[in-house]
């Protein structure tokens, strides 16, 4: 399977369009618009039924103890986690590309509906649902996309994997509420093929050259 996208290069930084948060001068971070990224594949297996895209970060802090403290960075050192950005399954088969903004375009505060979605497709929770848990003016089920805000202290550039997967099923088993590791399990049974792009984005003004 081949995996493009118009909205940044392998490899190469996202534009903050495409996340959560952006930097601000005067706060430090701000929220941005929070669009989808394009995406367009190709190439897939025969057999397939359906398609699931899965955003994550690889680079989250294990640990909340330095995350955005004045007086410090986060160490390149400390062990990195996951965390789900977006879960979106039973694409059909029909569908191999999505536009920019198509399923998210602002921040939702106490996250967008789900987990029905656009073209009849399925989306579970991310991980700003634990994020934003205690939070009253924030804290709900963040369904769907919501894209990059990783701490702004952090000595690390943060890398967001998207996958297509292409699945033997034109529907998950998966019911109700289901998030990010849940939908991963699951696609594990039911993969004939997959393909990733990976983009950077940082609100450290160090890394990012303000």
């Known amino acids: 399977m081949k995996l493009v996208s118009e909205s940044f290069a392998d490899g190469s930084p996202i534009p903050e369009e495409f996340a959560f948060c952006k930097i601000d001068p005067k706060s430090r971070v701000a929220l941005s618009a929070n669009r989808n990224p394009h995406l367009a594949w190709s190439e897939a297996p025969v057999g397939t039924r359906s398609f ?18 004045e007086d410090r960075e986060i160490p390149s050192t400390l062990k990195r986690v996951d965390f789900f950005h977006w879960v979106l399954v039973d694409l059909p088969v029909t569908v191999t590309s999505i536009g920019a903004g198509e399923f998210s375009d602002k921040v939702t505060p106490k996250g967008k509906m789900g987990p029905a979605a656009r073209l009849g497709a399925r989306q579970g929770i991310n991980d700003y649902t634990a994020w934003f848990d205690s939070d009253p003016d924030m804290s709900g089920d963040y369904f769907g996309y919501d894209g990059p805000c990783p701490p702004w202290n952090d000595s690390l550039v943060h890398h967001y994997v998207f996958t297509v997967y292409a699945l033997d099923v034109a529907r998950l088993p998966l019911m109700g509420r289901f998030g990010g590791a849940d939908a991963r399990k699951v696609i594990g049974h039911h993969k004939l093929g997959q393909a990733s792009i990976t983009g950077t984005y940082t609100l450290n003004p160090r890394l990012a050259g303000q």
Do not use: L, T
Request: aromatic share 0%.
């Open 52 to 69: 699931a895209i899965v955003c994550h970060d690889r680079d989250v802090p294990s640990s909340p103890e330095d995350v955005n403290q």
